[in-house]
């Protein structure tokens, strides 16, 4: 298959995380394509750009150490790709469960020549979405595009296209990498998806923390601040959702009679 040569498959975990390396090991099937562990960033490369305030004034709160490290991991498996021989990647975290056989199809598929930059294989929220194909890839499966904030990094592919359209946009830290990666409005990447997900989450406290939820006290100047950029946001979204048309049909014209029901 066209696609799989050119598809790096990355798992993305903490060096120390041995129970849940074993885990994930535990459930690849020996016919599972190629894949590698990636070791997690425990902090914020030197490359990257964070200030708190300005965070706090756009996120509405401070992105706490394991945030941090997880944006970070990410953005390196970016460069990592931008700087490849690999046309492709996808990028799974170490807590998933995920549907081999049918990830095994999925990088045959060249999703540059389906411009497909982003492809989302599991999602936290059920978002706002349109549909774009169905069927897409096999009978069952749906082509759908998110329009507003699905959260998640446990899975997805990513172009070499996309990677460098997310670097470009990705340096100054202002989100945690989820909330970053579905912006499409800011780096122009769509937030597509196929569905149904063939990878879930296995329930399991994050590694990340759940400090990042707990109360702040802000400055009443940052507050305003933040408001003020949630409704800006809220705006840049909707007129997306509502105007962002072309986007969803240019990709249909491009799958159409690609897939057959």
């Known amino acids: 298959m066209p696609g799989q040569g050119k598809t790096k498959i990355w798992v993305v975990s903490l060096a120390n995380a041995a129970q849940r390396r074993e885990q994930f090991a535990r459930a690849v099937p020996g016919d599972a394509a190629a894949w590698e562990f990636f070791d997690a960033h425990t ?3 030197p490359s990257l750009l964070h200030d708190s305030g300005a965070t706090r004034a756009t996120h509405g709160r401070t992105l706490r150490g394991g945030e941090l490290g997880c944006y970070s991991s990410h953005y390196a498996l970016w460069q990592w790709l931008v700087d490849s021989d690999y046309e492709q990647m996808v990028v799974l975290e170490d807590d998933v469960y995920v549907d081999w056989p049918f990830l095994n199809f999925l990088i045959g598929h060249d999703f540059s020549k389906l411009n497909i ?11 706002r979405w349109r549909y774009v194909a169905s069927p897409f890839l096999d009978r069952y499966r ?6 507003g904030y699905a959260l998640g990094t446990q899975a997805y592919v990513l172009t ?29 990447v769509p937030n597509l998806a196929i569905y149904p997900f063939p990878v879930l989450e296995n329930f ?24 003020f950029a ?9 007129q997306a959702h509502c105007f962002g048309s072309g986007v969803t049909r240019t990709l249909r014209q491009n799958l159409h009679g690609r897939f057959s029901g």
């Open 204 to 227: 399991q406290p994050s590694s990340i923390g759940q400090s990042r939820f707990e109360q702040e006290a802000i400055p009443l100047a940052i507050r305003m601040q933040f408001k």
């Open 230 to 238: 949630k409704i800006f946001a809220k705006l840049r979204m909707w």
């Open 142 to 147: 749906h082509l759908i595009r998110y329009t």
């Open 43 to 45: 902090q914020l490369a």
């Open 160 to 188: 070499k296209e996309g990677a460098a359209r997310l670097l470009q946009h990705g340096k100054q830290v202002r989100y945690p990498i989820d909330v970053f990666m579905d912006r499409y409005w800011d780096h122009g």
């Open 117 to 127: 930059a982003y492809l989302r294989l599991f999602a936290k929220i059920p978002s």
